[in-house]
């Protein structure tokens, strides 16, 4: 079995942000040789989530409004975390978009399902950030 890790970095210019990286992925497979097996990626950050969705620039505003609704970042002072730190909303935010997905791999490619794509989602950005790319296989 071959294995393959990588870290992929960001530094996002504001707070929130979702980032397509299914391209940076598809990069590391290429570079992984591996044709059958399954990629993790994860959030290395639990402020920052890895998720499955589609690329639709509608549906990501959709996001932002539901995750502000669920839980919002202003005013700071409603969360009890939020003593030395400001970014208790971003923890939720993130627990509830997820830490990590798995794509199968077949043929050398993602097994994906319609429309999928692997998106970064930076929830307290403005700092740099990692993403975990984990490859097993053969
Ligand atoms: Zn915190």
Redesign the pocket.
Known sequence: MKSYRKELWFDVPKRRMFINITPQVNECLKESGIKEGLVLVNAMHI?ASVFINDDESGLHGDFERWLEKLAPEKPYSQYA?NGY?D??DA?LKRTIMGREVVVAVTNGKLDFGPWEQIFYGEFDGMRRKRVLVKIIGE
Do not use: F, K, R
């Open positions: 402020t975390h730190e970014n208790a923890h």
